[in-house]
């Protein structure tokens, strides 16, 4: 019977999200305020799209082309709702093309985290209207759930037209809602503005249809705390920090070493292998893939990168489209900017940036180095303060090192340049010219020794 009405009627997801959102005091929308480094609107949209819909409408306001920008992808219907007249008014723009037998289940833009296993069972309740709830010990600034004394569904009431007996109820409404378009017709064409807000509340619903002897019913939340929305900066700030314990919680179960889970940030999507260990400080973001045993050191931050088994960063090393590809050694305090591709058994060290740069196998750099634009092939060392000098004002130029190279400290490659195999350039060196391979390159004035002459010597005497 259930399951009947379900597949009866096609789904059709309404996303509201139109709202000013006043109260971030941002110059951005409120739906576009990031989350783990994600718009809260895309945590929604995923929601939704997870429920495979007919159809997902997003209701936007004036900032439309902000958000159409943000979310270009073409299943999203968008529908314009011209003024901000309350939530009522939002999901009539949503749904006015819609026939009567349609399923609609509206969600809320600012309400990213409702798990999806409440959606099912709402939209698997069958009710005519059903209203997702939450208990919480802090219900300031939701609608309250009015139940009657037999415990029936009777009303929303807002926050700000509430007396203090309803302020008292705890269970609150999530602003998820599922009914019949038809039925969402005739009850938003009934609404009016008589309320503290002067808007149209998709709430007011509630009691029109209980009037009409439909079926209402308020389904409690199987995680209450994941249905909170974000109004405000606190409010944001406090979704991150309950998205951010599911993450640990996630990478815990999956066998990851957090030695402060508190500590640890996972904005983006993390896939570890068997015993990671991650110390405190550490931010992860975007794409991160760990092999086993990788530890990454405190404050070391990961974005968009691979790290094959065994790698080992030290602390405070920044690292950004990185890939290892064998157990290597990183940092402490190193930056290694995309397109740098370290082997097995390379270093790079402290105070060291590299940029489109790849490190053969066994390579080191130890410290204080650029390397950009740079093939290294292995068992090079590049000693202490070595330039690539890849970029001439205008283009970049590609500097090569072949396998076995010595590179003395403190010289300069003047790209686009060769050094060859097993060839060793002279600490000091400005090089400029392709160096053949098993050669020794000197590029500098070459050292002079003089005796001192007789003034040096007094000068130096009487200051001493
Ligand atoms: C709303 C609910 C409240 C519930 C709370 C849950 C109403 C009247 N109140 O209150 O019962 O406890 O959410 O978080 O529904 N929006 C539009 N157009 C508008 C107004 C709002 O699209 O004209 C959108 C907003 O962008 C937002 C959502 O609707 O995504 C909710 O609006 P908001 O103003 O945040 O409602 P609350 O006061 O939080
Ligand atoms: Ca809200």
Request: net charge neutral.
């Amino acid at each position: 019977m259930i399951s009947q009405t379900i597949s009866r009627d096609p789904l059709h997801i309404v996303i509201l999200a139109a709202g000013a959102g006043k109260r971030m005091r941002s110059n951005w929308p409120k739906v576009l305020q990031p989350l783990a480094g994600r718009p809260l609107l895309a945590y929604v949209i995923d929601r939704a799209r997870a429920l495979a819909p007919a159809s997902i409408r997003i209701v936007h306001g004036p900032a439309g082309v902000q958000l159409c920008a943000a979310f270009p992808e073409p299943d999203l219907i968008w529908c314009e709702q011209p003024e901000p007249h309350g939530t009522g008014d939002a999901v009539r723009a949503g749904i006015a093309d819609l026939p009567a037998a349609a399923r609609v289940l509206v969600l809320y833009g600012d309400t990213p985290l409702t798990p999806a296993t409440d959606l099912e069972s709402m939209l698997a309740a069958g009710a005519d209207l059903a209203v997702l709830s939450a208990e919480l010990d802090d219900a300031a600034g939701y609608g309250r759930i009015v139940r009657d004394d037999r415990g029936r569904f009777r009303a929303i009431v807002e926050e700000r037209d509430a007396d203090a007996e309803i302020r008292a109820i705890r269970e609150v409404n999530t602003g998820v809602m599922t009914a019949a378009a038809g039925d969402f017709h005739r009850w938003l064409a009934a609404l009016t503005r008589d309320n503290a807000q002067g808007e149209y509340l998709l709430t007011d619903c509630i009691a029109l249809a209980g009037g009409e002897g439909k079926q209402v019913i308020a389904l409690p939340s199987s995680a209450p705390l994941d249905c909170l929305g974000a109004n405000d900066r606190a409010e944001l700030a406090r979704l991150e920090r309950r998205l951010q314990q599911h993450r640990r919680t996630a990478a815990l179960a999956a066998g990851v070493t957090l030695i402060d889970p508190e500590r640890v940030e996972i904005r983006g999507r993390l896939e570890a292998g068997r015993d990671v260990v991650i110390d405190c400080g550490v931010i992860l973001e975007g794409e991160v893939r760990l092999g086993d045993e990788v530890s990454l050191g405190a404050g070391v931050i990961v974005r968009d990168s691979t790290l094959a088994a065994g790698t080992a960063v030290e602390p405070y090393s920044v690292l950004d489209g990185v890939q290892t590809t064998g157990p290597c050694r990183i940092g402490p305090f190193a930056r290694l900017r995309p397109g740098t591709v370290l082997a097995a058994g390379s270093r790079v060290g402290n105070f060291v940036e590299t940029k489109k740069a790849r490190l053969g196998e066994g390579s080191k750099a130890g410290h204080l180095s650029y390397l950009g634009d740079a093939e290294i092939g292995p068992g090079v060392n590049i000693g202490a303060g070595t330039i690539t000098c890849n970029y001439d004002g205008r283009n970049k130029h590609p500097t090569a090192i072949g396998a076995g190279a010595f590179i003395g400290s403190n010289s300069a490659l003047v790209a686009p340049v060769a050094i060859g195999a097993d060839s060793l350039v002279g600490a000091g060196s400005v090089i400029t010219e392709d160096v053949p391979a098993g050669s020794l390159a000197l590029g500098r004035g070459r050292q002079v020794n003089r005796p001192r002459r007789q003034n040096d010597k007094k000068t130096k005497q009487k200051g001493a």
